[in-house]
């Protein structure tokens, strides 16, 4: 069993060894590939969009952070961009917005991309539909314990939860502002697929998921309304959704022409627009062709 792990995990771990040491790959011409890593939501836009970032930028492109695997997260992402130097370009991505104060401590430059709605979900056997944030809030704090306290079954409430990047605003906190304020007794996961498999275990389990997660075909959550809003881009845009994160692209203050031009296709380019659709996400730059000169 431990060779069949380590079988598996192999290149993904060669691959992380290698970025960790900045080791600049090269694509067929000797150009050196651009290398982007991150938070995984953020991950899964730039990974959609892979083929049209090469396409303009002229440059192969390797990306990591697909389930934030082996260590990747919104502070990978930071990592990665301040190791850009000429022979070895890189950007990060993050699902956090960052402060003001880590910004400029750590000299970075952010490119804000979309906000993406946080999903609350609920195993499929659960028959409620729909909650209204105060009740969201509410259950995750622990003052509801029973889901027939808010029209469900005589059943005690499993609470899962990934309060990842405590220290950044944002994120989980537009449910909660600070992970204190949670209930004491609950499932506490690493990783979005964590997640999906905690929720799909319990029939009495509530949890919160990015809306670019893409669920297993053998999923057994269900996606609630809140406050009888389902979590949309127009519902972000006109706040009648409340929970949401902000995914943006990190660099170090001397970003390569090249890694401008993946990034700024990702922020305006027609491509995105179709992913922002499939996924619910709300755009945060004006498409190419409207944007000021």
């Given at each position: 069993?431990?060779?069949?792990?380590?079988?598996?995990?192999?290149?993904?771990?060669?691959?992380?060894?290698?970025?960790?040491?900045?080791?600049?790959?090269?694509?067929?011409?000797?150009?050196?590939?651009?290398?982007?890593?991150?938070?995984?939501?953020?991950?899964?836009?730039?990974?959609?969009?892979?083929?049209?970032?090469?396409?303009?930028?002229?440059?192969?492109?390797?990306?990591?952070?697909?389930?934030?695997?082996?260590?990747?997260?919104?502070?990978?992402?930071?990592?990665?961009?301040?190791?850009?130097?000429?022979?070895?370009?890189?950007?990060?991505?993050?699902?956090?917005?960052?402060?003001?104060?880590?910004?400029?401590?750590?000299?970075?430059?952010?490119?804000?991309?979309?906000?993406?709605?946080?999903?609350?979900?609920?195993?499929?056997?659960?028959?409620?539909?729909?909650?209204?944030?105060?009740?969201?809030?509410?259950?995750?704090?622990?003052?509801?314990?029973?889901?027939?306290?808010?029209?469900?079954?005589?059943?005690?409430?499993?609470?899962?939860?990934?309060?990842?990047?405590?220290?950044?605003?944002?994120?989980?906190?537009?449910?909660l502002r600070d992970a204190k304020e949670f209930r004491q007794q609950r499932l506490n996961v690493s990783s979005a697929a964590d997640m999906e498999q905690r929720v799909s275990d319990f029939r009495g389990a509530i949890g919160h998921i990015g809306s670019t997660?893409?669920?297993?075909?053998?999923?057994?959550?269900?996606?609630?309304?809140?406050?009888?809003?389902?979590?949309?881009?127009?519902?972000?845009?006109?706040?009648?959704?409340?929970?949401?994160?902000?995914?943006?692209?990190?660099?170090?203050?001397?970003?390569?022409?090249?890694?401008?031009?993946?990034?700024?296709?990702?922020?305006?380019?027609?491509?995105?627009?179709?992913?922002?659709?499939?996924?619910?996400?709300?755009?945060?730059?004006?498409?190419?062709?409207?944007?000021?000169?």
């Open positions: 069993m431990k060779r069949v792990v380590s079988l598996l995990f192999a290149p993904w771990l060669g691959a992380w060894v290698s970025l960790m040491l900045g080791a600049g790959a090269a694509s067929a011409d000797n150009t050196p590939v651009v290398t982007g890593a991150g938070a995984h939501f953020a991950w899964v836009v730039f990974e959609s969009l892979k083929p049209d970032l090469e396409r303009v930028s002229g440059r192969s492109i390797e990306l990591y952070g697909r389930n934030s695997t082996l260590g990747m997260g919104c502070n990978a992402g930071i990592k990665t961009a301040l190791q850009n130097r000429p022979d070895h370009e890189t950007f990060g991505f993050v699902c956090c917005p960052l402060s003001d104060r880590e910004v400029e401590s750590k000299q970075l430059r952010v490119y804000p991309i979309a906000l993406e709605p946080i999903l609350v979900v609920v195993n499929r056997d659960n028959p409620v539909s729909g909650l209204s944030a105060d009740q969201v809030r509410g259950i995750m704090r622990g003052d509801i314990v029973n889901w027939k306290e808010v029209g469900g079954r005589d059943e005690p409430i499993v609470l899962v939860t990934r309060l990842h990047c405590k220290k950044r605003p944002g994120h989980w906190k537009t449910i997660w893409n669920f297993s075909p053998d999923s057994r959550l269900k996606v609630l309304r809140i406050d009888g809003h389902e979590p949309t881009a127009e519902n972000l845009q006109n706040r009648r959704y409340p929970f949401f994160r902000n995914l943006s692209a990190v660099t170090d203050r001397h970003p390569s022409d090249d890694v401008l031009t993946i990034i700024r296709e990702v922020q305006t380019g027609p491509a995105f627009r179709r992913i922002a659709s499939r996924y619910n996400l709300l755009p945060l730059n004006p498409p190419a062709d409207q944007a000021s000169p």
